[in-house]
Structures are given as structure tokens and as C-alpha cells.
């Protein structure tokens, strides 16, 4: 609670920095704020379990927290990431609407109302809009945001009605209430309930970007700046997943027969189209997009075997940081190859990068590798997980689709590496980044091969 | 502790030589792996003297709630493949002492990282571990071969990383099918070998069916078997020798390996039922293979596809799930290792004093140095199974085991026998003998450090050709242990 409490205060703080010019003081101000709610989160780890705020509006959970500790520790390492972002226009601007998003998602972590789940959606979704939209001479980008702005309006009606015939069936926004009159009445509930799951289904499926609902993924990763593309396939995503999985692990569980079916079609759908569509791509930047709905794919596995309990949710856990921590090493790099390529970040502009900048190339081949799920690389462990909960189950299908279609997901990946230590530079010149930026990605890349080595820490969170 | 150095020292000897330079590398990297054999040498002897010795095990919790330890061990098996590793990386960095390789701090610290995963493949007792090890073995021979291969090998190493990656991937899912039937009386699941062979037989005829075809795949591709095997031709051909005889000498094993340790006693049902349609194959593949390497005129395609049929007789004889067959297959894994990799090291020489491997360009090479004409051919008669050298011991073995399955498809086995020699003989009949062809005019004596390999590697044909029982009553041990597990 604390930790939220700190974010959003350095949102308000922010915007009235412009007013009283300690604009200067605002970033390194930021990553405290940022590290000190991390911390905070320890303090109330197992103290409050169960301790609902707001009339029952937000639950702290030791769920809760983990899910916060991935969105603040990945917040921490994006804001390095994104120091150039907050140097020229706008700046102050830019902190809040961050921070705020921020706010949103981890909120979206803690919801045990629909409510709250339907605020804290707005709060992370609006400011991402117009952050989407932030290099505002940008056509790209400004296309981007108005894609989104509109898609994501389009989710947000469909969860409002979602909620709506589901507090009719049953009478109740509170989670709980719904799971407890879902477990007593679950022969009689009426069919508008039904639709009312799948309404809210399909809204949530919006926002991880499956298909058949990922359209506007691909143009608004690409449209966007970088290093707000980095914030929406990391932080948002796993704020997204924190909610689905509450909604749906939790809440519905009960009626997993009716969401259950849905899902795996959904799942079947994104791993073929993703891995296809970005195997075909030439800018990095739009591959990375495809592959993000192949990982969200892979973390609705997780979901799709529900009677794995916490086992679940640890692999969920897991898989968010790891998919986090891979994508802003993988992010950094072709932050900085598109800026020396004026903004593109096309396959060609990679080649050659083991010579120009050795340290990038060893960087992005790991995350690559993470990506593509090598051991011992972090990634490979979190598709583990998702395989393991779900073999045996009558999903065994999906294991065999996830398997061939990440085949192809190796191909596109390698692309990127064999275009950086086998095709020769376009120019000779080596590349020059910022200090704090090899320390990021050393940290990233150190992380995932950590992560890979000891996943103990994460998987056996909960107990 | 001493299994676990054998681990740990390549590993560590691989990061220090990425951080040198020039030479040094070469000659740290070929120190390091001296130091290595010296380490099993010392873990063989270890082992004959006493088999349960508590320095040739490892086990440590890795992630405790999935049951996933750091198991390794030695046994008979594992530990004749260590050998076979640690025997042979030293003559691949030895060989490479005439190649001028850009950056030879990667390329030597690549082979040393692999050749900690290659031992840690031979010697894994925990499933998990096994995987993770096989897969790692595959990063440092994927760059391998993608820096330092020839024309048009990014697509090429592109297509062998596919072909092996997705069969590991399936072979997870097979182990992964194992490991979740384990543990129904204790309500723990483990991923250790023993508990892995309990669940596996556990499984009725179908499920044991799902998870040997699973498993098998993996290993078909790695070996390769035919249809498995169409990444194999380019990929060798476009390697780097060193990375050839990576492929060929150790990686190869590790498909056959596999089968012997982590398939066979898994699966028992599931080989009764499928075991014929595998063989099959096999055998097929032996015949495809020699008969395409018939016609090749690429010297080193044709040991390729040599391997081929080398490796179908081994999977073959391993599948004929009998005490001979699978001794065999062990013996003639060491004797093929050490082949072809001398094989492939005299296709090194030709294409570098000649300036071809095109068989019709050359000719009478015997003429200019009858002395490497011997090394050639005894290293090409070890390879042909001649009486006296290294591959006759497995090849009797396994056409025996083979026969013991089945006459008819031993019939057919042997024919690999009779192929063989004819394109090793016709092969070296055309390079080595016949009329002086301009491209021999060149070819001036060796350079010490092939010499020096070539040496090795025939004294070692023929030596464990005369006198083979060390490594025989090893294999013969290590197969008694498996055959314990098939009952």
C-alpha cells in the first residue's frame, strides 16, 4: 500500500515540478520513489495478507505484492532505459503520465472489485495513450495513439458490459461475492452470466494483445517511441496478466468450462499467427511486437490449466519477469541501433553490430536466447513451467502447437543474431552509449542467466 | 567432487580464454584440456579401483520444490564417454594449430564451454539436468560453426539449430510426461534418473509410446537417422574441421548415449511395440547412406555420409535391446569417435596442401609422402572395421546383436560392411594411388601437430583394435546395468 502511496505521490509531485522548477531533481527523485516502494513492498510481505482497503475495494495479497515487485523492479530498470525521454520537451508531462500508468498497474495487481479493476485499467490504459502519441511531430506516432486510444476504448466497453450483466446475474462486484455465488448456484446461473464471463474475456484478451484481438499491437509498438513500446510490452503486460489471472484463476474459475474451450482457441490462434506474422517481419521492432503475443499466449497457458493452484501463478510470476527482463535488455539495444539508423530498426541495421558495439551484440544475443526460451536463460525455465502444468491435461495439443510454433520463434530470433556477429556493418564506426545504459545492460543481462540458474527465488515465493 | 571438476574445469578454462588473445589462446585452451584427460584419467583409474567411490558423484539440490537436483555420476558407460571427450578435445584443438582463425579466443573458449556440456550430458543422473546440458551443448556449436563455417552457412547452421532444437523440445515433453507420473507413492516428484525409469515403466503401452516417440526424435535427429537426417551433409561440409569433428566425434554420442541411458529403460513396452519400425529405419539409413556416399566427390560429404551409416549400425544394434548389441553400440561409439575424427582431419589436410577435396582432382598423393599415405590408411582401415584395428570389436558385436533381433535385418546390417569398403578403398584408391594428378605436385611433408594427431590417433586404432578388453570390459559392465533396467 505504501509503495502505491509513494508512486502516485511522485506523479502529483511531477507535474507540479514545472511550476516550481525542480525539474532537475525529478529523475533521480523518481528511481528512489521507485526503489523505496520496492522496499516497502518486504515490509508488508505475509504482515497484511488478506488486508482489504476501501471497503473491499483493494486487496494486498502476497500475489498482490509479487506482481507489484516485477512491475516496480522492471519500472526501475525502464526508467534507466529511458533517461533521454525525460531530458528535452514535455519532461514533467512525461514523468506524470508514467508514474500514473504506473499507478494503474499496480493497482490492476490488487483489485478485488470490478470497480477497481475497471479504474485501474483506465488509469494504466489513458496515460499509455497519449504517451503512444508523445512524439507528437511523429505521424507514426500519432497514428499510434489514436489506434490505441481507439481499440482500447472498443476493450473498455466490452468490460463495462461484461461487468454489468455479470453484477446482474449475480448482484455483486465484489470478486469474492461473485466466486462464492458462482461455487452455490453454479447449475442456475442464467445465461447472460455466461456472456457476461466471455464479454470480460474478450475485453482482458484485448489487452495482453492475443488474437484474433492483437491487430493494433503491431502498429502501435511500431508507431510508438522506443522506449514507450518498452513500457507497454513489459509493465502493462504484466499488469494485464495480473488481472486476468485474478479474474480468471480466481473469480471464474468455477465456470472454467465455459472460458476454458475459448481460451485455448485463443492460444492455438496467437502462436500460429504470431510466430508466423513476426518470423516475416523486417524491422526488430515489429518482430518484438509479434513475439509478445506469442509470450502472452504462452502466459494464458498458464492460465488455461486452472487446477494447478499457486503453481500457476509462481509460473505466471515468472514468466512476466523474465519475459520483462529480456524485453528492455532487447529493447535498449535496438533503442540504440534505431537511433543511429534515424529511427529505424530494421534487421539491416543491426548487421555487423558484434563489431560495432561487442558488448550490445553479447547482450542481445542472451536476450534473444532468453526470448526464444534457450537454457539457462530465464526464459527457458518460464516455458517450462507453462509446459509442466499443462501436460497431462487434455491440452497436450497445445504443448506439441507451442513446441512447433517456437521452432519458428527461433528462427526470427536468430535472424537478429546471426545479422549481428555474420553480416557485415553498413558503417564501420563503432556505436557509443551512455554509461548508465551498459550498466543496464549487464544488470538485464546478469538477471536472466540469474534467474535461469536459481529460479528457486521466484517459483518458491508463495510457499 | 572429482565428477564435478571435470565439469567445472572446461567451464572456467572456457571464460579465461575468452579473455586472452592471439596464440595464447590456442595454447591455454589445448593446456586446459590436457589438464582435463588428465582429470578422467585419474577418475578412470579411480573407478577400477573402486566403482562406488564417493568422488564420482554429485548431488546437490538445484530447485528443491520440482524436485531437480544437480546429480551427476559416473558410471561404466558415462564414464568411457568422458573419456572419448576428454581424449579427443585435445587432438580437435591440436589440429587446429595450422588454421588461422579470426578472434581465437571465442573459438577456443566455444570448444571448451562445449566440451563442459558434453561431459555433463555423459555424465547427468538427473533428467532435468540432462536436458538443460544437452541443450547448452548446442549454443557453442551453433557458433561455431556460424562464425568460422564456410560459404552459405547461415542458413545452413540456421537449419541444424531448428532440426535440433525442435527435437529436444519434443524430448522435453517426453521427460516432462515422465516426470509427472513420478512419485504416486511418496507424492514427491523427482526428476532423478532412477524415480524417472520407475514412472517410465509405470505408463501402459501408449503412453509409453507418446513418450519413446517424444525422446526418440530428439536423439534420431542428433545422431542422425534417416529421415531425420538432411540437416547433417551441409552442415558438416560448411563447418569449420574443428567443428565437423565436434559434431561427429562427440556430438553424434550424445544421440546414441541418449538412447542407451535414457530412452531403452524408460520405455521398455514402447520398444517391444515400436523397436522394429526404429530399427527399420536405422537399418534403412545404413544402406541409403553408403550408397549415396558412393557417388560423392567431395571427400569430406563422403565421410559424412559414412557417419551416417556408421551411426545407423550403432542405433540398430542399440535398439536390438541386447547385451551384444548394445556393447557394440559402445564400442563402436569410441572406435567411430575416434575415426572420424582423424577422418575428417585428413580431409583438412588435403583441401589445405592441395588446395581441393574434389576425389576426381586428386591422385597420387602416395607418391609425395608415403608416410602420410600409412597414417590414411590405417585410420581409413579402422574405419572399414578391419581385424586388429579399433571399429572391428563393435561392428562384430552389433551385426551379432542385430542378428540376435533379426536375421534378415542383420543381413541387410552387414551390408554396410560390404559398402564401406567400397568407398573407403575406391576413395582412398583414387586419392592416394593411381597417376599423379597436378594438384598433388604440391604436397610437402605434414606439419608437426597434424603429424602428431595423425599418430595418436592410429596408434589408438590400433592398439585397442589388439588388445581392447580396457574399454570392452566397461562397456560390457555398463551394459549389464541397462540390461538389469529392461528386465
Given at each position: 500500500?505504501?509503495?502505491?502511496?509513494?508512486?502516485?505521490?511522485?506523479?502529483?509531485?511531477?507535474?507540479?515540478?514545472?511550476?516550481?522548477?525542480?525539474?532537475?531533481?525529478?529523475?533521480?527523485?523518481?528511481?528512489?520513489?521507485?526503489?523505496?516502494?520496492?522496499?516497502?513492498?518486504?515490509?508488508?510481505?505475509?504482515?497484511?495478507?488478506?488486508?482489504?482497503?476501501?471497503?473491499?475495494?483493494?486487496?494486498?495479497?502476497?500475489?498482490?505484492?509479487?506482481?507489484?515487485?516485477?512491475?516496480?523492479?522492471?519500472?526501475?530498470?525502464?526508467?534507466?532505459?529511458?533517461?533521454?525521454?525525460?531530458?528535452?520537451?514535455?519532461?514533467?508531462?512525461?514523468?506524470?503520465?508514467?508514474?500514473?500508468?504506473?499507478?494503474?498497474?499496480?493497482?490492476?495487481?490488487?483489485?478485488?472489485?470490478?470497480?477497481?479493476?475497471?479504474?485501474?485499467?483506465?488509469?494504466?490504459?489513458?496515460?499509455?495513450?497519449?504517451?503512444?502519441?508523445?512524439?507528437?511531430?511523429?505521424l507514426a506516432s500519432n497514428e499510434a495513439g489514436f489506434k490505441y486510444l481507439i481499440m482500447g476504448s472498443f476493450a473498455s466497453g466490452f468490460l463495462?458490459?461484461?461487468?454489468?450483466?455479470?453484477?446482474?446475474?449475480?448482484?455483486?462486484?465484489?470478486?469474492?461475492?461473485?466466486?462464492?455465488?458462482?461455487?452455490?448456484?453454479?447449475?442456475?446461473?442464467?445465461?447472460?452470466?455466461?456472456?457476461?464471463?466471455?464479454?470480460?474475456?474478450?475485453?482482458?484478451?484485448?489487452?495482453?494483445?492475443?488474437?484474433?484481438?492483437?491487430?493494433?499491437?503491431?502498429?502501435?509498438?511500431?508507431?510508438?517511441?522506443?522506449?514507450?513500446?518498452?513500457?507497454?510490452?513489459?509493465?502493462?503486460?504484466?499488469?494485464?496478466?495480473?488481472?486476468?489471472?485474478?479474474?480468471?484463476?480466481?473469480?471464474?474459475?468455477?465456470?472454467?468450462?465455459?472460458?476454458?474451450?475459448?481460451?485455448?482457441?485463443?492460444?492455438?490462434?496467437?502462436?500460429?499467427?504470431?510466430?508466423?506474422?513476426?518470423?516475416?517481419?523486417?524491422?526488430?521492432?515489429?518482430?518484438?511486437?509479434?513475439?509478445?503475443?506469442?509470450?502472452?499466449a504462452f502466459m494464458l497457458m498458464a492460465i488455461l490449466a486452472n487446477n494447478r493452484g499457486m503453481a500457476s501463478v509462481s509460473a505466471i510470476l515468472?514468466?512476466?519477469?523474465?519475459?520483462?527482463?529480456?524485453?528492455?535488455?532487447?529493447?535498449?539495444?535496438?533503442?540504440?541501433?534505431?537511433?543511429?539508423?534515424?529511427?529505424?530498426?530494421?534487421?539491416?541495421?543491426?548487421?555487423?553490430?558484434?563489431?560495432?558495439?561487442?558488448?550490445?551484440?553479447?547482450?542481445?544475443?542472451?536476450?534473444?536466447?532468453?526470448?526464444?526460451?534457450?537454457?539457462?536463460?530465464?526464459?527457458?525455465?518460464?516455458?517450462?513451467?507453462?509446459?509442466?502444468?499443462?501436460?497431462?491435461?487434455?491440452?497436450?495439443?497445445?504443448?506439441?502447437?507451442?513446441?512447433?510454433?517456437?521452432?519458428?520463434?527461433?528462427?526470427?530470433?536468430?535472424?537478429?543474431?546471426?545479422?549481428?556477429?555474420?553480416?557485415?556493418?553498413?558503417?564501420?564506426?563503432?556505436?557509443?552509449?551512455?554509461?548508465?545504459?551498459?550498466?543496464?545492460?549487464?544488470?538485464?543481462?546478469?538477471?536472466?542467466?540469474?534467474?535461469?540458474?536459481?529460479?528457486?527465488?521466484?517459483?518458491?515465493?508463495?510457499? | 567432487?572429482?565428477?564435478?571438476?571435470?565439469?567445472?574445469?572446461?567451464?572456467?578454462?572456457?571464460?579465461?580464454?575468452?579473455?586472452?588473445?592471439?596464440?595464447?589462446?590456442?595454447?591455454?585452451?589445448?593446456?586446459?584440456?590436457?589438464?582435463?584427460?588428465?582429470?578422467?584419467?585419474?577418475?578412470?583409474?579411480?573407478?577400477?579401483?573402486?566403482?562406488?567411490?564417493?568422488?564420482?558423484?554429485?548431488?546437490?539440490?538445484?530447485?528443491?520444490?520440482?524436485?531437480?537436483?544437480?546429480?551427476?555420476?559416473?558410471?561404466?558407460?558415462?564414464?568411457?564417454?568422458?573419456?572419448?571427450?576428454?581424449?579427443?578435445?585435445?587432438?580437435?584443438?591440436?589440429?587446429?594449430?595450422?588454421?588461422?582463425?579470426?578472434?581465437?579466443?571465442?573459438?577456443?573458449?566455444?570448444?571448451?564451454?562445449?566440451?563442459?556440456?558434453?561431459?555433463?550430458?555423459?555424465?547427468?543422473?538427473?533428467?532435468?539436468?540432462?536436458?538443460?546440458?544437452?541443450?547448452?551443448?548446442?549454443?557453442?556449436?551453433?557458433?561455431?560453426?556460424?562464425?568460422?563455417?564456410?560459404?552459405?552457412?547461415?542458413?545452413?547452421?540456421?537449419?541444424?539449430?531448428?532440426?535440433?532444437?525442435?527435437?529436444?523440445?519434443?524430448?522435453?515433453?517426453?521427460?516432462?510426461?515422465?516426470?509427472?507420473?513420478?512419485?504416486?507413492?511418496?507424492?514427491?516428484?523427482?526428476?532423478?534418473?532412477?524415480?524417472?525409469?520407475?514412472?517410465?515403466?509405470?505408463?501402459?503401452?501408449?503412453?509409453?509410446?507418446?513418450?519413446?516417440?517424444?525422446?526418440?526424435?530428439?536423439?534420431?535427429?542428433?545422431?542422425?537417422?534417416?529421415?531425420?537426417?538432411?540437416?547433417?551433409?551441409?552442415?558438416?561440409?560448411?563447418?569449420?574441421?574443428?567443428?565437423?569433428?565436434?559434431?561427429?566425434?562427440?556430438?553424434?554420442?550424445?544421440?546414441?548415449?541418449?538412447?542407451?541411458?535414457?530412452?531403452?529403460?524408460?520405455?521398455?513396452?514402447?520398444?517391444?511395440?515400436?523397436?522394429?519400425?526404429?530399427?527399420?529405419?536405422?537399418?534403412?539409413?545404413?544402406?541409403?547412406?553408403?550408397?549415396?556416399?558412393?557417388?560423392?566427390?567431395?571427400?569430406?560429404?563422403?565421410?559424412?555420409?559414412?557417419?551416417?551409416?556408421?551411426?545407423?549400425?550403432?542405433?540398430?544394434?542399440?535398439?536390438?535391446?541386447?547385451?551384444?548389441?548394445?556393447?557394440?553400440?559402445?564400442?563402436?561409439?569410441?572406435?567411430?569417435?575416434?575415426?572420424?575424427?582423424?577422418?575428417?582431419?585428413?580431409?583438412?589436410?588435403?583441401?589445405?596442401?592441395?588446395?581441393?577435396?574434389?576425389?576426381?582432382?586428386?591422385?597420387?598423393?602416395?607418391?609425395?609422402?608415403?608416410?602420410?599415405?600409412?597414417?590414411?590408411?590405417?585410420?581409413?582401415?579402422?574405419?572399414?572395421?578391419?581385424?586388429?584395428?579399433?571399429?572391428?570389436?563393435?561392428?562384430?558385436?552389433?551385426?551379432?546383436?542385430?542378428?540376435?533381433?533379426?536375421?534378415?535385418?542383420?543381413?541387410?546390417?552387414?551390408?554396410?560392411?560390404?559398402?564401406?569398403?567400397?568407398?573407403?578403398?575406391?576413395?582412398?584408391?583414387?586419392?592416394?594411388?593411381?597417376?599423379?594428378?597436378d594438384s598433388a605436385i604440391a604436397f610437402g611433408s605434414l606439419v608437426g601437430s597434424d603429424k602428431l594427431v595423425l599418430y595418436i590417433i592410429c596408434?589408438?586404432?590400433?592398439?585397442?583394435?589388439?588388445?581392447?578388453?580396457?574399454?570392452?570390459?566397461?562397456?560390457?559392465?555398463?551394459?549389464?546395468?541397462?540390461?538389469?533396467?529392461?528386465?
Open positions: 500500500m505504501k509503495g502505491r502511496l509513494i508512486i502516485s505521490g511522485l506523479g502529483i509531485l511531477a507535474m507540479l515540478a514545472e511550476i516550481f522548477k525542480f525539474k532537475k531533481v525529478l529523475y533521480p527523485l523518481v528511481l528512489i520513489g521507485i526503489l523505496a516502494a520496492y522496499a516497502l513492498g518486504f515490509t508488508e510481505w505475509n504482515a497484511n495478507y488478506n488486508i482489504e482497503m476501501f471497503s473491499n475495494m483493494i486487496r494486498f495479497d502476497n500475489v498482490a505484492l509479487a506482481f507489484s515487485g516485477v512491475i516496480l523492479a522492471t519500472a526501475f530498470f525502464w526508467f534507466i532505459l529511458a533517461n533521454d525521454y525525460f531530458e528535452k520537451d514535455h519532461v514533467t508531462d512525461h514523468f506524470a503520465l508514467v508514474l500514473f500508468a504506473l499507478v494503474g498497474a499496480l493497482m490492476l495487481t490488487a483489485f478485488s472489485n470490478m470497480t477497481t479493476l475497471f479504474l485501474g485499467i483506465e488509469i494504466l490504459s489513458i496515460p499509455m495513450y497519449v504517451l503512444a502519441a508523445s512524439r507528437k511531430r511523429d463495462l458490459f461484461g461487468i454489468a450483466l455479470i453484477y446482474g446475474a449475480t448482484g455483486s462486484f465484489d470478486l469474492m461475492a461473485i466466486r462464492a455465488y458462482i461455487s452455490h448456484n453454479g447449475a442456475d446461473l442464467p445465461a447472460f452470466f455466461y456472456a457476461g464471463v466471455l464479454l470480460v474475456l474478450v475485453a482482458m484478451l484485448f489487452k495482453v494483445s492475443a488474437a484474433p484481438f492483437h491487430f493494433w499491437a503491431p502498429d502501435v509498438y511500431e508507431g510508438s517511441p522506443t522506449v514507450i513500446t518498452a513500457l507497454m510490452s513489459t509493465i502493462v503486460k504484466t499488469a494485464a496478466f495480473a488481472a486476468f489471472m485474478r479474474l480468471f484463476l480466481v473469480t471464474f474459475g468455477g465456470v472454467n468450462e465455459t472460458w476454458g474451450i475459448v481460451l485455448a482457441v485463443v492460444i492455438a490462434l496467437s502462436l500460429v499467427v504470431s510466430n508466423i506474422t513476426a518470423a516475416t517481419q523486417q524491422s526488430v521492432k515489429r518482430m518484438l511486437a509479434y513475439s509478445s503475443i506469442s509470450h502472452a515468472y514468466y512476466s519477469l523474465a519475459y520483462s527482463i529480456g524485453s528492455i535488455a532487447a529493447f535498449t539495444v535496438v533503442y540504440h541501433v534505431s537511433k543511429q539508423e534515424s529511427g529505424s530498426s530494421n534487421i539491416e541495421a543491426f548487421n555487423g553490430l558484434a563489431k560495432r558495439h561487442p558488448l550490445m551484440a553479447v547482450c542481445m544475443t542472451v536476450a534473444m536466447l532468453s526470448l526464444a526460451g534457450i537454457p539457462v536463460t530465464s526464459g527457458f525455465f518460464a516455458k517450462y513451467f507453462v509446459f509442466s502444468l499443462l501436460i497431462g491435461t487434455s491440452y497436450n495439443w497445445l504443448i506439441i502447437l507451442a513446441i512447433l510454433t517456437s521452432a519458428v520463434g527461433v528462427y526470427y530470433y536468430f535472424k537478429v543474431i546471426i545479422a549481428m556477429y555474420f553480416k557485415a556493418p553498413a558503417k564501420e564506426d563503432g556505436i557509443t552509449i551512455d554509461s548508465s545504459h551498459v550498466v543496464l545492460l549487464l544488470l538485464t543481462t546478469l538477471f536472466t542467466i540469474a534467474l535461469g540458474l536459481v529460479p528457486n527465488f521466484v517459483i518458491e515465493i508463495f510457499g | 567432487m572429482l565428477v564435478g571438476l571435470l565439469i567445472i574445469v572446461p567451464l572456467i578454462a572456457g571464460l579465461l580464454v575468452f579473455g586472452t588473445k592471439g596464440k595464447a589462446s590456442r595454447n591455454i585452451a589445448l593446456g586446459f584440456s590436457l589438464v582435463e584427460f588428465a582429470l578422467s584419467i585419474v577418475a578412470f583409474f579411480q573407478y577400477k579401483h573402486n566403482p562406488a567411490s564417493a568422488d564420482l558423484v554429485l548431488n546437490c539440490t538445484w530447485v528443491e520444490s520440482l524436485g531437480i537436483h544437480f546429480a551427476v555420476g559416473l558410471d561404466a558407460l558415462s564414464m568411457l564417454l568422458v573419456l572419448l571427450t576428454t581424449f579427443l578435445i585435445p587432438l580437435i584443438i591440436l589440429s587446429s594449430f595450422k588454421n588461422e582463425y579470426e578472434k581465437p579466443n571465442s573459438f577456443y573458449g566455444l570448444i571448451l564451454i562445449m566440451q563442459m556440456a558434453l561431459v555433463g550430458v555423459f555424465t547427468a543422473n538427473d533428467g532435468f539436468l540432462f536436458y538443460v546440458f544437452w541443450e547448452l551443448a548446442l549454443i557453442p556449436i551453433y557458433f561455431i560453426c556460424l562464425l568460422w563455417g564456410g560459404e552459405n552457412r547461415g542458413a545452413i547452421t540456421f537449419k541444424f539449430f531448428v532440426y535440433t532444437l525442435l527435437g529436444s523440445l519434443f524430448m522435453l515433453v517426453g521427460l516432462i510426461y515422465v516426470y509427472s507420473h513420478t512419485g504416486f507413492e511418496t507424492g514427491i516428484k523427482s526428476w532423478a534418473i532412477a524415480d524417472l525409469y520407475q514412472a517410465g515403466r509405470s505408463l501402459d503401452v501408449n503412453q509409453q509410446s507418446f513418450v519413446f516417440w517424444c525422446i526418440f526424435l530428439a536423439f534420431g535427429i542428433k545422431m542422425p537417422i534417416f529421415p531425420l537426417h538432411t540437416w547433417q551433409p551441409d552442415t558438416y561440409v560448411n563447418a569449420p574441421t574443428q567443428g565437423t569433428m565436434l559434431l561427429s566425434g562427440i556430438m553424434l554420442k550424445m544421440g546414441t548415449f541418449g538412447l542407451i541411458k535414457w530412452l531403452l529403460p524408460l520405455t521398455p513396452l514402447a520398444m517391444e511395440k515400436w523397436g522394429g519400425v526404429a530399427i527399420g529405419l536405422s537399418v534403412f539409413g545404413i544402406i541409403y547412406a553408403s550408397c549415396i556416399a558412393i557417388v560423392q566427390k567431395d571427400y569430406k560429404r563422403l565421410i559424412a555420409y559414412s557417419s551416417i551409416a556408421h551411426v545407423g549400425l550403432i542405433a540398430a544394434g542399440i535398439l536390438s535391446c541386447t547385451q551384444q548389441g548394445i556393447q557394440g553400440g559402445v564400442m563402436q561409439m569410441l572406435a567411430h569417435g575416434v575415426n572420424v575424427v582423424g577422418l575428417f582431419l585428413i580431409a583438412d589436410i588435403l583441401l589445405r596442401h592441395t588446395g581441393t577435396r574434389d576425389i576426381d582432382k586428386l591422385g597420387g598423393i602416395r607418391s609425395m609422402n608415403g608416410n602420410f599415405a600409412v597414417l590414411f590408411l590405417i585410420i581409413m582401415l579402422g574405419s572399414v572395421a578391419l581385424p586388429l584395428t579399433n571399429g572391428f570389436v563393435g561392428e562384430f558385436l552389433l551385426i551379432n546383436g542385430v542378428y540376435q533381433y533379426s536375421a534378415v535385418t542383420a543381413g541387410f546390417a552387414a551390408l554396410t560392411v560390404v559398402l564401406g569398403a567400397v568407398y573407403m578403398l575406391r576413395s582412398y584408391q583414387s586419392i592416394m594411388l593411381g597417376e599423379r594428378k596408434f589408438v586404432i590400433v592398439a585397442f583394435g589388439v588388445y581392447p578388453a580396457p574399454l570392452n570390459d566397461l562397456a560390457e559392465e555398463g551394459t549389464k546395468l541397462i540390461m538389469q533396467n529392461l528386465k
